[in-house]
C-alpha cells in the first residue's frame, strides 16, 4: 500500500519566494496533519484537518502561512513570502479520525530559504 | 498544558547491551501514548500505542512500558540497525493531534 507522499523532497529557493509544499494522505484516511522540524524545536504540529476541513491551526507560525484541502486525496500548504527562518524539514501525516489512531508520516519536504 | 520530555538526549550502546529510554509526560488527560521511530531523512514510523497505566507492548526488541507520569521504552540486546531517534508523543483527551517530544538518539556500536 502507499504510503503519504509528499512532494517536492527538497526546495531550495531565495528569500521572499513563494513556496508550495504537497501531500497527498493515505486513501481512506480523513484526518490529515502538518509539522514542521527543527533541531530546537523538534516537531511542531501546524495545522490539522478532519474530512477536508480545517479545525486547528493555532500552530501555523504567521499569516505568511496557509493551507487548503481541497479534496480527500490533497493538500498544500503554502508560504508566502518565504523567510530563512523557516527552513526546516515539513512533514505531512493521515490518519483515520478516531480514538488513539497512529498518524502515518511522509518522508518530509526539506526545505532550504537563502 | 501538555508537555513531554524524552531523557537522554542520545545514548549510545553496545551491541547486545539493553536499555533503557524515559519519556516523562504532563498531559490534561491522556487518551494515548505513542512511540515513533525516526531513521535520517525519513518520517517518523509509527511503533506503539499506549494507553492506560499498566500496559506493555511488545514488538522484537523493543518494550514500551506505561504509568501515569511516564513510559519506557526497553531496548533488549540491541543490533546497529536499532540505531535511529526515537520519538514520544501525547495525545490528550478530546483531542486528535499528538505532542512531540525532542526525541532520543541511540546508536548501537557493532
Known amino acids: 500500500d502507499a504510503g503519504v507522499i509528499q512532494s517536492p523532497r527538497h526546495e531550495v529557493t531565495e528569500m521572499g519566494q513563494e513556496v508550495t509544499l504537497r501531500c497527498k494522505p493515505i486513501?481512506?484516511?480523513?484526518?490529515l496533519f502538518w509539522y514542521r522540524q527543527t533541531m530546537m524545536r523538534g516537531l511542531e504540529l501546524l495545522i490539522y484537518f478532519n474530512n477536508n476541513v480545517p479545525i486547528d491551526d493555532s500552530g501555523m507560525p504567521e499569516d505568511r502561512f496557509s493551507a487548503k484541502m481541497p479534496n480527500a486525496s490533497f493538500s498544500t500548504l503554502k508560504i508566502q513570502p518565504s523567510e530563512p527562518r523557516d527552513s526546516a524539514v515539513y512533514f505531512c501525516a493521515s490518519s483515520l479520525q478516531g480514538k488513539s489512531q497512529p498518524q502515518h508520516f511522509g518522508d518530509g519536504t526539506r526545505l532550504s530559504i537563502l | 498544558e501538555d508537555q513531554v520530555t524524552q531523557s537522554p538526549e542520545a545514548l549510545r550502546l553496545q551491541e547486545g547491551e539493553s536499555s533503557s529510554l524515559n519519556c516523562s509526560y504532563t498531559?490534561?488527560?491522556?487518551?494515548?501514548l505513542f512511540w515513533y521511530r525516526q531513521d535520517p531523512g525519513k518520517g517518523p514510523e509509527f511503533l506503539f500505542t499506549l494507553y492506560s497505566a499498566g500496559e506493555e507492548k511488545e514488538k522484537e526488541r523493543l518494550k514500551a512500558t506505561l504509568t501515569k507520569k511516564e513510559s519506557f521504552l526497553h531496548i533488549t540486546a540491541p543490533k546497529p540497525e536499532d540505531s535511529a531517534t526515537y520519538l514520544c508523543?501525547?495525545?490528550?483527551?478530546?483531542?486528535?493531534?499528538?505532542?512531540f517530544g525532542t526525541g532520543t538518539r541511540l546508536t548501537v556500536i557493532p
Open positions: 498531559v490534561s488527560g491522556l487518551r494515548g
Open positions: 508523543a501525547v495525545q490528550a483527551t478530546g483531542a486528535n493531534n499528538l505532542f
Open positions: 486513501s481512506g484516511h480523513n484526518s
